[in-house]
């Protein structure tokens, strides 16, 4: 990103941590990513706190974009194709829903739990969009798709 940015103007692409980013003062940006870092967060406390450092140092009526593991990318993308179902089914309450379990490397989410993190914010959630789901387990399939099902796969995929 900071390669592909270098001949843009009012443009910094940083580093920081999500948990403490006192270095900047509230509103600083007009857009926060927010890119990776959901992905390791296991406690309550951490996520939240993620989201309102993120929200701080945005400016009002600013984007914030995070991005997250939908649950579904783990048992398809890595269940499935690692052949890791029973394992994953080990680590899931009697719901089927996923524990946070900080003795891994990922955590997960559930869209309506992520939704979750911003009921208490004056901010509005505007959508959610994934990369992760069905697709990542059938690619060859959906990349075989005729154009007219490709879209209509699409309009269902950021549907659900």
């Known amino acids: 990103m900071k390669e592909k940015s270098e001949n843009l103007q009012n443009f910094r692409c940083m580093i920081a941590d999500v948990l403490d980013l006192n270095m900047f003062t509230d509103k600083s940006f007009d857009m926060v990513l927010n ?28 984007i914030c974009m995070f991005a997250y593991l939908p649950c579904a990318s783990l048992m398809l993308g890595f269940g499935f194709r690692y052949q890791m179902v029973a394992y994953l089914s080990s680590v899931m309450d009697k719901k089927g829903r996923f524990k946070d379990n900080p003795a891994e490397i990922f955590n997960v989410f559930y869209i309506e739990d992520f939704k979750k993190l911003f009921d208490k914010t004056k901010t509005k959630y505007i959508t959610n969009v994934a990369t992760d789901g069905i697709a990542y387990a059938m690619r060859e399939l959906v990349e075989q798709l005729p154009e007219k099902d490709n879209e209509a796969f699409l309009n269902w995929h950021f549907l659900t």
């Open 35 to 62: 890119f990776g870092p959901m992905y390791h967060l296991f406690h309550k406390k951490d996520k939240n706190q993620a989201v309102k450092e993120t929200l701080r140092v945005a400016k009002r009526g600013a």
